[in-house]
């Protein structure tokens, strides 16, 4: 059976650094593009961060850039999202996913999701 579950989530301050973790089971990450979503109340789901299954490289949406750091560890079929230097407008529910074939910011595209992990940022 295939579960992909998130853990990390949790309250920190501003300015404060927290690591998002997700575990897959039934299938391999190394093999597949893997993306990280968020979603904040009252608005849609977006794109925080790709990793290429190809290129094995990350991308970040400018709202993250130069704060959040996505990686894979093959050893342990885990992702993670490092998120530092945070801000109140990171607050949201954060969710990895993965898929086969490039990694693109097109939700639709992903085949497993894990079930979302509450990050707040406040004081």
């Known amino acids: 059976q295939v579960h992909f579950v998130e853990s990390g989530g949790g309250l920190v301050q501003p300015g404060g650094s927290l690591r998002l973790s997700c575990e897959a089971s039934?299938?391999?990450?190394?093999?597949?593009?893997l993306g990280w979503f968020r979603q904040a109340p009252g608005k849609e789901r977006e794109g925080v961060a790709l990793?290429?299954?190809?290129?094995?490289?990350?991308f970040y949406d400018d709202s993250v850039k130069g704060r959040f750091a996505m990686s894979r560890d093959n050893a342990k079929n885990m992702v993670f999202l490092q998120l530092n230097n945070v801000i109140p407008e990171d607050t949201a529910v954060y969710y990895c996913?993965?898929?086969?074939?490039?990694?693109?910011?097109?939700?639709?595209?992903?085949?497993?999701w894990g079930q979302g992990t509450q990050v707040t940022v406040s004081s």
């Open positions: 990793f290429g299954y190809y290129s094995e490289s990350t």
């Open positions: 996913a993965a898929k086969r074939g490039l990694a693109v910011w097109r939700q639709n595209e992903y085949e497993y």
């Open positions: 039934g299938f391999n990450l190394e093999t597949y593009s």
